[in-house]
């Protein structure tokens, strides 16, 4: 990913600009040590300030992040998820649930620490195979296999799976109709579900993009202008999110300039040689 080096290259700067301080913080600077819960972060992400940060770059994301307000790290990865073809027709409700306007009802007490995060909707795989593991008394084995059944919609293996977990519910002290109807939300929602450890991922570098553009915003945009050096029509568009946000962006100068987009010792982001055409 283009984003790992764009991360990469913004701590660089960050640990130079420490070095040059003479701050001790110089070599202690990590991505691994960022608190997930920085609400100055949210706040950027809620006001749609998305230029440069991983997966919430387009015009729809901008929107999503301005309608759902995400405030925790748990809505960073249930957008990600809901972001594509399919779950987007959940977005609505999704949004409703979370701000108050709809009410979360579980159709069992069991599902709340399931679909918690997630305000009562299905969007993970994993919720599905913890539902038949807690619900219909599934290994977790078994579970898996009754999320490959449902993503692949075989018809016999599907009415197969459906006696094995009503079944599995009623011994767990469901009645049949809400078993029959719990499985049959599962079966609808694992057509299109996402898996969480994938969501996860991807949300945590969405994350560090924007918790650098919160916290070092010219560290990070000198990086992610370095990493567009011969996309004019990006660098233009970069340059307008700086002036945007007031950062100091230097013209282009011979005896300070480096091939890449720098931040010299007064937070001023020097324009990239690298950057001008035919150079």
């Known amino acids: 990913l283009r984003t790992l080096t764009i991360l990469d290259r913004a701590v660089g700067y960050i ?22 819960d920085d609400e100055a972060t949210y706040a950027l992400m809620r006001k749609g300030n998305a230029v440069g940060i991983f997966q919430f770059e387009s015009r729809g994301m901008i929107d999503l992040l301005q309608k759902a307000k995400p405030d925790r790290f748990e809505d960073i ?21 979370k701000h108050g306007r709809k009410t979360i009802e579980y159709l ?10 997630t305000y009562g909707i299905m969007i993970y795989q994993e919720q599905v195979m913890q539902i038949a593991q807690v619900i219909g008394g599934y290994s977790l084995g078994s579970a898996d296999l009754l999320r490959r059944a449902m993503g ?50 991807y949300a945590l570098v969405s994350y560090q993009t924007a918790w650098l553009k919160t916290r070092y915003p010219a ?9 567009e050096l011969d996309n ?41 040689l690298g950057a001008i055409k035919g150079l």
């Open 232 to 272: 004019t029509d990006k660098i233009v568009v970069f340059v307008d999110d700086c002036k945007r946000m007031k950062l100091s962006l230097r013209l282009p100068d011979v005896n300070e300039g480096q091939y890449l987009f720098t931040v010299n010792a007064n937070g001023d982001i020097i324009y990239g």
């Open 108 to 117: 069992d007490p069991r599902l709340e620490p399931i679909l918690g995060p």
């Open 77 to 97: 990865i249930a957008l990600v998820a809901l972001y594509r073809p399919g779950p987007m027709d959940l977005i609505p409700e999704f949004i409703d649930r």
């Open 219 to 227: 560290h990070f945009m000198a990086a992610v202008m370095s990493s």
């Open 152 to 201: 692949k919609k075989k018809v016999e293996e599907m009415a197969q799976q459906r006696d094995i977990f009503v079944s599995g519910a009623i011994n767990n002290n469901l009645s049949e109709d809400k078993a029959t109807e719990l499985f049959g939300l599962m079966e609808k929602f694992a057509g299109y579900g996402f898996n969480k450890s994938h969501s996860a991922a």
């Open 15 to 36: 640990r130079q600009s420490h070095e040059n301080s003479g701050s001790a913080a110089a070599q202690l600077f990590s991505l691994e040590t960022l608190p997930l």
